[in-house]
């Protein structure tokens, strides 16, 4: 057990770890890479780590379906906080090199759409070959084996490089958003601007049920921000859904819809309550307040008792 | 004050006294007539009566709207049962009166169609004519100015008359529901085969915000028996809805739909939870039972503590 | 048959009489009261009468039940025009008579709450008495029988009498709506302010079954103005709804909803699409305007030839 | 351009091959693989090729999202017929090996978490190297790089291998579903037994807008088999929706949804409309028959000529 080590997406260097250190708690903590999302949070569920971070979602890849899946199958996990790193490369060279000497570039494959335009505009006639990650591209810089590497600016240091350009990304800038990973415990107080996390199987083999499951969110007011369908492993068409709502689970609308849901699905699994990194505040439909649920909760028992005009 | 007086929509002799006298604690009560609905439930707000019984709902004229509209304004009441009657007729005559005899014939106006056939079958050439009540027609006959009446049996011996033909009714036959009222009280245990009626306003000035009610009922799987729309007095276009939902408002489907709609409507008065006259058992949906209700709460408790999985 | 006459729900000097005068056309057609809504209906049914005016529902009293019911059932029939009328009295004396004179007076029952708050405060010593209808109220002033009758102002010149005060009304006044009935035929064009009446029978024998009618309006964008409940006549529990939708059965997204009821109701019966008394237009939600439908239909076809794309 | 040619996901011997090779008219085509799913896309996009089977989706890994993205964006592109093949492996070896001599094993990383069991029971001492295809690895196992590789059983004479061991698979057998894709032309006629795709943007920024989009296909009774959701790369929290629906395009109740789409989503893209590889007929909801939607429609008519009883 460790509760001084997190762990995160490996290798050093990446988007991943640069998402961490913006935690800041991350500075007093002992920071370990992992080989792969399995790997990161299996070292939580075994106690080597107090928490990992990987990514869960990318504004143009979509979802990270190794987290997806990861968070709603084996040992329970819960979700303690989010970060979102807009994502800009540089281009990590050896120091020395000019852009005129940069016949050959590298990164991960997820970097090419990001970087075409600027390579077409600055490097039209630079090799690109793809490496296993952004980190691996600017190792291999550093070997001498390509001569610049897409990855975060960051990640220069760490392997002895320059960044000979920066902020490099395409028109629509990507985001990607990342979730510390936690073993279960009590769930932080509410800030006002939270997000919860949830997985929800359907009792029907088909995803007509989905829209009673949307209803239990709508009809208490609660907004979704998220969903996600994945597969069960149980054969085409059988789905469970990975959700994020707005609000915190000690939020009334937001406890009665997972209960609802509790009531319906054959299995639901809460991974979360935490707050919003973007800061934005829940917006609260009128008739879903916490004041206006407990006054209905008065309400009752006043109709219990024969009291109950109002 | 009178704990031992109950009145009923009147005069003596009607339908209502009968619906009254087949409830078990009648026979220990003094039972008053009153002139009208307004009247009866006039004298349980002043305590000159401990309840009242009056009609709600008739399967062929529809809903009381005198009875509606004053559960529904005023000072607050509450309903504490139904009672069911079927309305067969009887041809009440003075005794020693021959079929052949009966030349003309009295009976609420309610009555008319209900009797249509049996008179065409029976005393073609007999002429109707209205009477303010069908006791009233009775008492008219007493007094010599009709030969037959169209009474409940039962009001024979209260005028001094015999019954020449009973179990007279339109092929349909008609059914009317009453109820009792009483001033607001604590709300009896429930039986399993129970009904809830309150009355909702609507926030929006069109029927459109009706499905928005409707739905609060329904994500909870709350069956509803009875909705009728009765106009708030401010204006055309402007409603309220009164509704007669089954189950008991200790049922937690049946609070927590209540509760949802006290979030979202400007007003809404709780009638009371009574048993159902046919005592047919509350249809529970899967996901909407009390132990489901109980379940889920315990599941969000552990949630909160990071052991929700389940 | 007569196609020029014209009857309404007499008798003469009634509100109901004014409402037909406020059309156009009742200038040049012969004005017949009949002596209830159902005679009124059957004079059209059997071409006696070419339409026929009838009160269908009162900001204070709610829907007429008589005339709901009779379009309801029997030979169909069509609603062609509404009219709206503010329900304002006028105390009607015989020439001559001062205020101080007033001992008695008279009027519908329903007009009693409308003029309480008047009589209160310029009358509080004289006697009310209830009339069949305020026009038989002034026919008793003309014969002496009272000193005074509420009544329209338009029924003083018919009885010979004079308006001592103008204008009655309780503090939120009072408006009922009428409809001008006829025998089937073609919808007149659409204005843009336009009304679809119709009624509904529900599959099942409780009003759960609601929900599904009031979605068959909603997705399409179509607003209620007025839904009511009516018994069907066959047992407690069993309803037909009658229902006012915004806009014209031309209107793309009335048809295709009004299509939608049909498929899912046992019974559905079309009442007619005509203009709106205030003049308000349809508020046409976005995604529901008949240039959207034909865009979308547009879409479609090009969609089966391969060329869907937009 | 070459009618005659049709691409597929390569290399040659994965499965997608034999998946394509289970389609009747595969055997008068040239097939030709593709390095990619956009490439085999653009293939058919250019002309090179009349169409492309890609995998859309697999009950393990679920929807692939390289296909749906693709789908979604860039010149149109449809769907024409869809192929289930459930995935079982066999250990494919060179001749003469027997199960004793087997130390290194290789195949696709999808593949290992389905021959995990078998490998345990069977081979517990060989060690696993991932390939980039299982045509792949059984290609290094040809050039004796490793001793056995886990492929399709049809891939063994592509490169004169011998099957050792076959139908290995995990406990709960995993399917891959493809799709045929061409150029947008005509629709084929509906089978009975069909299957619908599209892809729906939203008007809003959060998914709470998915609830108006599933009740524009659940009012019309139109089951859903597949929804997934994917970031349209415009930031997070932008996602379109791809969707398979019940039924043809030409059904009734399917293009009302789909019109219904059109109308409310800021874009749509029909992906074809195409027979279900399982063959099991639409479940048809009552109210929802072609014979309905006519039957509704031809009311409609008769109610505009004043003839809509019924």
């Keep these: 057990m460790s509760a001084t080590r997190y762990t995160y997406l490996g290798p050093a260097g990446t988007f991943t770890e640069a998402a961490l250190r ?3 708690e991350a500075a007093t903590r002992e920071l370990v890479p992992s080989v792969s999302v399995p790997a990161a949070l299996d070292a939580v569920r075994s106690g080597e ?45 050896r120091p020395g090199t000019a852009l005129a000497d940069v016949k ?27 490496a296993a990650s952004n980190a691996d591209a600017a190792r291999l810089v550093q070997e001498g084996r390509f001569d ?60 007509g049920a989905l829209l009673e499951l949307l209803q239990e969110f709508a009809v208490r007011g609660v907004n979704l921000m998220r969903i996600e369908s994945r597969p069960t492993g149980e054969g085409l068409g059988q789905y469970c859904f990975s959700v994020d709502a707005e609000g915190h689970i000690t939020d009334r609308r937001v406890s009665e819809a997972l209960m609802g849901l509790h009531r319906i699905c054959p299995k639901v699994r809460f991974l979360g309550s935490y707050p919003r990194a973007d800061k934005v ?30």
Tied chains: 1, 2, 3, 4.
Aim: charged share 20%.
């Design 148 to 207: 610049g590497a897409f990855a975060g600016e960051f990640a220069a240091s760490l392997y002895g490089l320059e960044p000979l350009a920066t902020d490099i990304h395409d028109a629509s800038s990507a985001t990607t958003r990342f979730v510390l990973v936690g073993r279960p415990g009590r769930t932080a107080a509410p800030t006002g601007a939270d997000k919860t996390s949830s997985v929800f199987w359907l009792a029907d083999d088909h995803p």
């Design 104 to 130: 050959t570039v590298s990164g991960h494959p997820v970097a090419q759409p990001q970087v075409r335009r600027w390579l077409s505009a600055n490097l039209p006639e630079a090799h690109w070959e793809s």
């Design 49 to 93: 780590a107090a928490a990992a971070l990987v990514p869960i979602e990318n504004s143009v890849e979509g979802g990270v379906t190794a987290t997806l899946d990861e968070l709603a199958a084996g040992t329970p996990l819960m979700i303690y906080r989010e970060v979102l790193l807009p994502i800009a490369f540089a281009l990590l060279v």
């Design 22 to 24: 913006t935690l800041p």
């Design 281 to 310: 505040p829940a917006e609260v439909r009128p008739g879903t307040s916490d004041a206006e649920f407990s006054s209905a909760a008065d309400w009752l028992s006043r109709c219990l008792d024969g009291r109950g005009e109002g």
